[in-house]
């Protein structure tokens, strides 16, 4: 894992943890919000899916992360 701040980013580097999850043969990514998101029948196909995540929430409206955030994992 990267022990380097990212861009924007200052003070002590910040615990990371790994996007990407298999459960039951398939992928999910998890937000940033706490949110699994799936299942994907590849890796490479969650990977495609958390960019377009991406993608829709900075081009959303601020209340989007606030639905979102009804989602959370228990």
Known sequence: MA???RAGEQGDV????????QKDNYWYYSTREGVD???F???????????EFIDFICASEPKVLDVLKQYRAA
């Open 37 to 39: 998101i799936g299942p």
């Open 3 to 5: 022990t380097f701040n």
């Open 14 to 21: 910040p615990t990371r943890s790994g996007r990407f999850l």
């Open 41 to 51: 029948d590849t890796r490479e196909d969650a990977e495609v899916g958390v960019g």
